[in-house]
């Protein structure tokens, strides 16, 4: 059976080794440069002299520092759009390896032959399932390894682990979200048992459930933290502290929000003499702490790999039932 399966996927698990090879050949010179430059400039040193603390004193070393982060996203800012197609990726695992395990089996009537065989549904599943899902697993380690690594500078001379895109290549969350997309491309084929309605099912609904826990429940996961600031002070926010700034702006004496968005100040001891906000206003902002990324990390990818395992559950009750 394992030697079957094999041979029913050895041209997807090819066709799937030549993309990761030209990933890597794409990934390993830029992500070399970008390192490089990453260390030339000296970003390392400065971003850990500036600490992690949210708020700090607008000094020399903030602006340097600042600058520093600013040539090399000049350089390398590009290569954001390229992080863009490592997140669509764990979804064409589901659309091209999840949907059609079962459903072109049993569209095209070969499950009945195995099933005359003297192999029972549960081992025929779990066999099928298993050995896909192994190789998936292990190649959703080595991509996860390889573009944290490939991400790490950008990140760093950026706002942080915890935004959007950067959180979702960087960590373990790819590794669950692959299973996730794989496990729910093979629960659409159980159901609908032609390949293309599953595929397509695989596609929406992995695309709906990252954006509803991405927008909706991620900045949820622990309470936000808020953060008011004098514009007549000397304190701005430390963009080394990797912090995921969810909402920002200017609020009067009133705590009125006036002006979403902004920002005033660091105005210095002389105060701001055109702060059109009026007396007594101040910066606020709304923030989830950049040491919560692991938190973060662990909590996603346990409600992902969960969902992966009610979608499995759910896949073989369904098997049970094809006739």
């Known amino acids: 059976m394992i030697w079957l399966t094999w041979r029913q996927h050895r041209k997807q698990a090819l066709f799937t080794l030549v993309a990761l090879g030209v990933l890597a050949a794409i990934m390993v010179p830029t992500g070399l440069a970008m390192h490089a430059k990453y260390d030339s400039l000296g970003l390392a040193a400065c971003r850990a002299a500036l600490g992690g603390a949210s708020m700090i004193t607008q000094t020399e070393p903030v602006s340097h520092c600042a600058s520093l982060a600013h040539q090399f996203e000049q350089q390398f800012g590009g290569m954001v759009f390229v992080a863009v197609l490592f997140v669509v990726l764990p979804v ?118 990252r954006i509803a826990i991405e927008v909706l429940a991620r900045p949820r996961y622990l309470p936000a933290q808020t953060l008011t600031f004098s514009p007549d002070g000397d304190q701005t926010p430390n963009l080394a502290s990797g912090d995921w700034v969810l909402s920002r702006g200017v609020r009067n004496a009133a705590g009125e929000m006036v002006s979403p968005g902004a920002e005033i100040g660091p105005c210095g001891p002389g105060g701001c003499g055109n702060n059109e906000a009026g007396p007594g206003s101040y910066n606020w902002m709304q923030y989830q702490p950049g040491d919560r990324f692991w938190t973060f990390q662990s909590i996603e990818t346990g409600l992902f790999v969960l969902l992966a395992a009610a979608l499995v559950f759910f896949a073989l009750r369904r098997v049970r039932t094809i006739a």
């Open 92 to 209: 064409l695992v589901g659309v091209f390896f999840g949907a059609p395990l079962i459903s072109r089996e049993v569209e095209q009537g070969t499950h009945r032959l195995v099933w005359t065989q003297g192999v029972s549904r549960l081992h025929w599943v779990l066999v099928k399932f298993g050995l896909v899902g192994g190789i998936t697993a292990v190649l959703a380690v080595g991509y996860a390894l390889g573009v944290s690594w490939w991400f790490r500078p950008l990140v760093s001379a950026s706002t942080g682990r915890l935004g959007y895109i950067s959180f979702d290549v960087q960590g373990v969350v790819p590794i669950a979200y692959t299973l996730f997309a794989l496990a729910l491309g093979v629960f659409a084929g159980a159901f609908w048992h032609r390949v293309l309605p599953a595929m397509g099912i695989a596609l929406v609904g992995f695309t709906v459930v």
